[in-house]
């Protein structure tokens, strides 16, 4: 190279270091430049300070910068990637040596424009790289990766990387001589509980593999090993809680549980977060207690719609006293949901000023999460002005939640606060589903704002009624199971009376499987316990035992549940029938044709009563 052509490169060098400094110097973040051998690459070292309002306080990330400067660089057509090339020496350094995290810095010096990579990430690189050789390779960096917008996905891989560093260290390291190394460390003690972190949270990351792979099981295995982990700390068995709370709530959905074991379940979880930062972090403490306000407040409104719908049904039913029942409880519900309600919002204004407010945004959302049903409710009871309340105040909530994700850097947070206003959205308040739209496009990331367009396409086609893909909808069974939770019957005890009742109830309101033989036959409750009578009544189920009945020939058969009645019957008066007609296939059992059959049924019985042909 001559005189001239490093003259020009130092130029161009010193305008790159200048656009770096430029961005991260007045952040209050230190560059130190470093001067040492060509051998190693390394231009910069970085370490990270946030804003505490009058001074700024070291945040303990540092990393590497190897900055390459160009005059001339070179996009790819799609203008997707900026071309960068390094040397094979310095990867395999970066990548087997190094002990700190490393960004690569491309400036665009003309364009006074700076990208970033990670490359201790790019397994493709590790099998170029070559601690002989002088050769260089091309490194393609995203465009997406321009600086400062996306200065905090920056901060997130450095933290990631650090993490895979220390993890690997551990895993190669001899276990003798990575104990000494603790022992002969004045800070061994604070070195070792900051590995066991970093180590239980690739366990952690690791979750996410195997919950993906619906690896419930497994999954589990790892949560409870954090979990039982003396040296663990709270932090983690935090976030190992969660994870627990999302594989349970993922089992439930599959197995088709009754929709009120899900707030249950996310209850039972935030109890346990409580008990566990009952001694700080004061961070993690105030998380927990938002997480249980929330869940304590997402069981009232499931429990107001399920009474909701009992109330409706008996609105027809002309049962007065069940009627009377059911709308006392679902007054007394909303009282106490509305009591709830105001406690979360509280909370949420608390948070706003709070220095702890980086750790709130997920428990934030959770305050709206569990709304959406008793606006249901408010609808379609034409309560238009609470609805508007706690749309209005549910939307505020949203917003702040998204503003402190947006922030950090918590674009699953961010999504589903955008998900849920769209859910809350309504055709005389719009405002939140526009905000949602608008909100996602501020997502740096391009997959993650996809995924969130995404996310907002379905949940804006779930609300207009469209099924989508993968949705599991909800069952005739379910709807019967929010009207039997909201009055006390205990669905989690498989072997309570009033359980077993109940499920032998649901599954015989639908009788057309043993009707389906024969248009003469015709089914129907005989005498009942008053226990079975009383769940009956409240919930418009058939519960008790059944009887069968020819409406031709005037057969009956009793039996303690629909299908011993059927396969008795069947058995003793219609398999050798000449009459037997079965019903035209593709038939289904309707309220109106069992009003029909029954009056069939009543004239026959009246005219074998009297001794004269019924009616034709």
């Not at 350094?93 to 491309?106: R, W």
């Not at 590995?195 to 195997?210: G, P, T």
């Not at 594989?247 to 977060?273: V, W």
């Not at 077993?500 to 389906?516: C, E, H, I």
């Amino acid at each position: 190279m001559s005189d001239v052509e490093r003259a020009k490169q130092h130029v161009v060098s010193a305008e790159g270091e200048r656009l770096l400094r430029g961005y991260l110097q007045p952040r209050g973040w230190v560059v130190r430049k470093v001067e040492q051998s060509e051998d190693y690459g390394i231009d910069f070292e970085v370490e990270v300070f946030s804003d505490e309002g009058d001074h700024f306080r070291s945040t303990g990330f540092i990393f590497k910068v190897q900055l390459k400067s160009s005059g001339k660089s070179r996009y790819l057509k799609s203008d997707s990637c900026v071309c960068s090339e390094i040397k094979k020496k310095h990867l395999a350094y970066y990548l087997n040596e190094l002990k700190v995290p490393v960004i690569v810095i491309h400036a665009d010096v003309n364009g006074k424009r700076l990208f970033w990579a990670a490359p201790q990430f790019d397994e493709q690189l590790r099998r170029l790289a070559d601690p002989q050789s002088e050769a260089k390779v091309t490194l393609r960096i995203r465009t997406a990766n321009e600086l400062p917008t996306s200065i905090e996905r920056m901060l997130r891989d450095v933290n990631r990387v650090a993490t895979m560093i220390a993890t690997r260290t551990v895993v190669s390291a001899p276990i003798p001589e990575f104990l000494s190394g603790l022992r002969s460390d004045v800070a061994g003690e604070a070195l070792a509980r900051d590995l066991r972190d970093r180590s239980d949270a690739v366990r952690l990351h690791e979750l996410q593999r195997l919950f993906l792979a619906r690896a419930y099981d497994k999954g589990e295995e790892v949560i409870n090993q954090v979990l039982s982990d003396k040296q663990s700390s709270i932090q983690n068995k935090f976030w190992a809680l969660l994870e627990q709370e999302r594989i349970t709530t993922r089992k439930l959905f599959d197995a088709r549980s009754p929709q009120s074991h899900r707030p249950d379940a996310t209850l039972a979880i935030a109890r346990k977060l409580q008990t566990l930062t009952r001694s700080g972090p004061p961070e993690l403490k105030l998380a927990a207690l938002m997480t249980r306000v929330a869940a304590q407040l997402d069981v009232l409104t499931h429990r107001a719609f399920g009474l909701f719908m009992n109330c409706r049904t008996h609105q027809e039913s002309g049962l007065e006293m069940w009627r009377v029942y059911a709308a006392l409880e679902k007054a007394r519900t909303e009282q106490l949901l509305r009591r709830k309600y105001n406690q979360a919002v509280r909370l949420a204004r608390y948070a706003m000023n709070s220095k702890y407010r980086n750790s709130l945004p997920a428990a934030l959302v959770r305050i709206v999460q569990g709304v959406p049903p008793y606006l249901i409710v408010l609808d379609r009871e034409g309560r238009k002005n609470e609805a508007l309340q706690y749309r209005q105040s549910g939307f505020q909530v949203l917003q702040l939640a998204a503003w402190i994700a947006h922030r950090i850097g918590e674009h699953n947070v961010v999504k589903f606060a955008a998900s849920l206003a769209v859910q809350i959205s309504k055709e005389d308040f719009t405002d939140p589903s526009d905000w949602a739209h608008q909100t996602i496009k501020k997502i740096d990331d391009s997959e993650e704002r996809f995924d969130a367009e995404q996310l907002l396409s379905r949940a804006q086609a779930r609300k207009d009624g469209i099924d989508q893909e993968g949705d599991i909808l909800t069952t005739h069974q379910q709807i019967y199971e929010n009207m039997a939770t909201s009055l006390g019957i205990p669905l989690e005890e498989p072997s309570h009376p009033l359980t077993r009742m109940f499920y032998a109830g649901v599954k015989d309101s639908d009788p057309t499987r043993a009707l389906r033989h024969c248009e003469h036959s015709f089914v129907s409750l005989t005498q009942i316990s008053l226990l079975a009578h009383t769940l009956g009544q409240q919930l418009g189920l058939p519960i008790g035992p059944k009887l069968m009945e020819c409406s031709k020939h005037g057969y009956i058969y009793r039996a303690g549940s629909l299908d011993d009645a059927y396969q008795g019957f069947n058995t003793r008066f219609c398999q050798s029938c000449p009459d037997r007609r079965p019903h035209p296939e593709g038939w289904e059992y309707t309220p109106e044709w069992h009003e029909q059959q029954h009056q069939t049924v009543l004239k026959a019985r009246e005219a074998r009563e009297t001794g004269r042909a019924p009616d034709a």
